[in-house]
């Protein structure tokens, strides 16, 4: 049964993170994406907060100086700000696609930090994710996109993330790491806003309901998605969890299709199966192990 709740917690996740990145995105149209991340992250913050209150827990849990936690702490930074700079400058179904690589990144992860086994055919399923990331990013030639290659930073971001919440330590509440996750956020906003500070605020921006209100509904799915995603990464065998994360690429099509007319092109579409083939394959060799 935990391994069931973990899987309907990695799908509802996936399929929250694909409202938010749309919600995201269509922000990003008229808010720096600096001052998007920054509500964002003290709005979940706050929403965690009044979770772990109504749960009895103490927003403040020693872990939280742990290297673990620290290690935690600057990858979520480094994901949250690169897969949000993807988001604003690129196709949505192009990043979300990019993005499915980071299971892979998480398998070879298990290997370096955890002393997992992997065998050869398994280690060829990760390159052959890797190599369909580079279908998509198609360096050299005339489709590649520059921006694409902060999806490939934020997925490396998201893979720390997620292998430092596998070994957080197993007193901390999930309220409790979606709080300090969101706090990270916030800091990602405000160094992308000491970079760029506040160019990209469209006339109007900031007295647009509109707009804001596609930062609170953002920011609501988001606490869903992530309270989920946590939930899942900690729940339930994870070999049998983890494929579900390739539903995420599915929902971010049909949004990107319906809400902004993208059309995904051949490669992206090719590049995509490839990486969700080798995911697969790497699953079942795990199973198989």
Request: glycine share 12%.
């Amino acid at each position: 049964m935990e391994t069931l709740r973990g899987s309907l917690l990695m799908v509802l996740a996936m399929g929250a993170f694909g409202l938010e990145d749309m919600l995201i995105k269509s922000a990003a149209q008229a808010l720096p994406v600096g001052l998007i991340l920054v509500f964002f992250g003290l709005g979940g913050m706050v929403l965690f907060a009044l979770v772990a209150r109504a749960q009895g827990q103490a927003l403040w849990h020693p872990a939280f100086c742990t290297r673990v936690m620290l290690l935690r702490s600057l990858s979520e930074v480094v994901g949250r700000l690169c897969f949000t700079l993807a988001l604003a400058l690129t196709p949505l179904s192009s990043a979300s696609a990019i993005l499915q690589a980071t299971p892979l990144v998480v398998a070879a992860g298990a290997v370096v930090f955890f002393g997992e086994t992997v065998g050869w055919r398994r280690w060829l399923a990760i390159l052959v994710g890797f190599a369909g990331v580079l279908i998509i990013l198609r360096p050299g030639v005339s489709g590649f996109e520059p921006a694409s290659l902060f999806a490939v930073a934020g997925t490396l971001g998201f893979a720390g993330r997620d292998l430092a919440t596998r070994a957080a330590h197993v007193s901390m509440h999930n309220s409790q790491l979606g709080m300090l996750g969101f706090a990270m956020l916030a800091v990602a906003g405000i160094i992308a806003l000491g970079w760029t500070g506040l160019d990209g605020l469209g006339d109007g921006a900031l007295t647009d309901p509109g707009v804001w209100l596609d930062v609170a509904c953002a920011t609501v799915i988001g606490v869903i998605a992530y309270g989920a995603l946590t939930g899942a990464m900690r729940l339930g065998e994870i070999s049998v969890v983890a494929p579900f994360r390739y539903t995420r690429l599915v929902f971010a099509m049909v949004l990107g299709i319906l809400v902004f007319g993208e059309r995904p092109d051949t490669l992206t579409l090719i590049g995509s199966a490839v990486i969700v083939a080798s995911g697969v394959f790497t699953l079942i060799r795990s199973r198989k192990a």
